[in-house]
């Protein structure tokens, strides 16, 4: 086959296509289709984010685009004529600008050893307590696979029923079990400790919906936005209160935001970053690839205003851990300085902060 030159020759005089690019191409032929295509290019769209290799290397390659997944040959052919001659991408509108691929953000975090080596931990997972599909010990044996100190297990509190959200005996249950799984780790002689911790559901006034006693013995505290995420009007007064919450010390996906969906929530972010560094919080990159939330432009804020930031996957299966490469890379393209990413912090250290900041009260 010729095509190997010739579509080198051809990127190299057009440009190259990002994988984000193609992406946004898929998203956008989506919406020209009708019947079970809008779907195929939608999911086809999400996946491109996290194809590990750039589909324009692998046609540069003369490899098939079939070994990305999710692409069988209809797509490939479609991408490859894009690849071939890539049309002019203006526009791109807002609930889907800002987004990292995963092939980018590896680039990027190889170019940057020093940066991606100081990771020590995930701090938002679910399990089957709520709407993960992993168990505590499989979350933490893949987490102990990357080489982690430690994860925090974040399923959803009791308000959100919908994501099958815990109440406080279930919460009781699974900090048993986590003893347990540590127990076990460290017979094994594991790297990882799992943390006690929770995704709690906050209503629009900022509110949590657990007893604060049960919260209080946790490791660490996560409270996030569910509900009423695609209000127009400015949404500093709920994002100051949910930062003032006494029993979380992160708050979760600040934005709402979900790719292709929804932009997520308005507001003055440079006062609730403000709010957060004030007293000592840390607001959170998801690094969901749907949500990448903080998103760079915010994170920008986030790092003139000096707040702690904190990783998390969001990861509903214990393969989704790889997520965490899209928010590494977000804070060093936005230059949140090492010290106030709460990730990289020895695990002693993560705890002494949680305890500094409840002291607060
Ligand atoms: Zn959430």
């Known amino acids: 086959m010729k095509g190997n030159n010739r579509s080198t020759t051809v ?15 898929l998203a ?33 390659n003369n490899r098939p685009l079939t070994e990305l997944h999710g692409i069988g040959p209809f797509m ?52 089957r307590y709520s709407d993960g599909s992993g168990t505590i010990r499989e979350m933490a044996n893949a987490a102990n696979e990357r080489g982690y100190e430690y994860i ?9 029923k919908i994501a099958g959200g815990i109440d406080e005996a279930r919460l009781q249950k699974q900090m048993e079990e986590i003893a347990r799984t540590n127990a076990a780790l460290g017979r094994k002689r594991a790297s990882v400790t799992v943390l ?18 049960a919260l209080a013995r946790l490791d660490i505290v996560l409270g996030s936005f569910h509900s009423q995420l695609r209000k127009k009007e400015d949404q500093t007064k709920r994002y100051v209160a949910a930062i003032r919450n006494r029993d979380i010390q992160v708050l979760g996906h600040p934005r709402g935001r979900i790719y ?27 690094c969901y690839p749907d949500r990448q939330d903080l998103n ?21 299966h214990p393969w989704q851990l790889e997520f965490i490469e899209l928010g590494v890379a977000a804070a060093l393209k936005a230059k949140i300085p090492a ?18 900041v409840r002291s607060r009260r």
């Open 152 to 160: 925090g297990i974040t399923d959803h509190s009791k308000g959100l």
């Open 76 to 127: 490939e052919k479609r991408i490859r004529t894009w690849i071939e001659k890539p049309p002019t991408l203006r526009n791109v509108p807002p609930d889907r600008r800002d987004f990292l691929a995963l092939a980018d953000a590896r680039k990027l975090l190889k170019q940057n050893p020093k940066w991606a080596g100081q990771l020590r931990g995930d701090l938002q997972m679910h399990t």
């Open 339 to 356: 010290d106030r990413v709460i990730n990289f912090m020895p695990l002693s250290e993560l705890k002494r902060w949680v305890k500094t």
């Open 260 to 286: 292709n969906y929804r932009l997520g929530l308005k507001a003055d972010w440079a006062r609730v970053f403000a709010a957060a560094r004030k007293i000592d919080k840390a607001v959170e990159i998801d």
């Open 28 to 60: 956008r032929q989506a919406k020209e289709e009708s019947g079970i295509l809008i779907r195929a290019y939608r999911r086809a769209a999400r996946s491109a984010f996290l194809w590990p290799e750039q589909a324009a290397d692998l046609i540069a």
């Open 196 to 213: 006690c911790s929770l995704e709690m559901n906050l209503n629009p006034r900022g509110e949590g919906d657990m007893d604060p006693k």
């Open 296 to 316: 760079l432009s915010l994170l920008k804020i986030a790092r003139r205003e000096g707040v702690r930031v904190s990783l998390g996957t969001d990861a509903h």
């Open 11 to 25: 990127a190299r005089s057009f440009g190259v296509l990002s994988n984000a690019d193609i992406a946004e191409l």
